[in-house]
């Protein structure tokens, strides 16, 4: 019993006819098989890869464009603050010389009034030291003086004589 030239040679030939038939029905219908399940495994890892890649590609492209908008958006937030200074400088300008008009015409109309009271109290004063003039001069005299100073008006160009001297 020789294990490399055994007595029955059918039994070496039906091992190689049963391994051939193996490698044969592997080769054919298992490698194949698994060559596509791995090529499928492959395509998925590829290609969730790329997606990956194109996923993370679209984020950057996203957060530039995020960031972008955002210095925008600042940029038009400084601009509309600066124009709300100016608006605001502007109508507190306006506001202030409207105010100031207002002021003028009032201190106007002020002036105004106190010179016609002091017209009118001037007026009454000169009305009332003419008629005291005239009560002392009818005093005075011993008779009533009223009409004739009327008349003639002495007591007007007296005041009107006064005033001349005190001016002067």
Do not use: C, W
């Not at 194949?32 to 969730?48: H, S």
């Not at 008349?151 to 009107?160: A, C, H, K």
């Amino acid at each position: 019993m020789n294990p490399l030239f055994p007595d029955n040679y059918y039994e070496p030939v039906i091992a190689l006819v049963v391994f051939l038939v193996t490698l044969f029905v592997i080769g054919k219908l298992l490698v194949p098989r698994l060559q596509k399940t791995l090529a499928e495994r492959a395509d998925a890892i590829d290609g969730g890869i790329l997606r990956a890649e194109k996923a993370q590609a679209e984020v950057r492209n996203l957060a530039r464009q995020y960031q972008e908008r955002m210095e925008e958006a600042r940029r038009d937030a400084a601009l509309l603050r600066e124009e709300a200074r100016e608006q605001g400088a502007q109508i507190k300008a306006e506001l202030r010389a409207q105010a100031q008009a207002e002021a003028r015409h009032l201190i106007g109309m002020a002036h105004a009034q106190i010179e016609a009271d002091r017209q009118a109290a001037f007026a009454q004063i000169r009305m009332e030291i003419g008629r005291l003039s005239t009560d002392l001069a009818g005093r005075i005299i011993g008779e009533s003086l009223e009409e004739h100073v009327r008349q003639t008006g002495i007591v007007e160009r007296f005041l009107d004589e006064l005033e001349n001297r005190t001016g002067s």
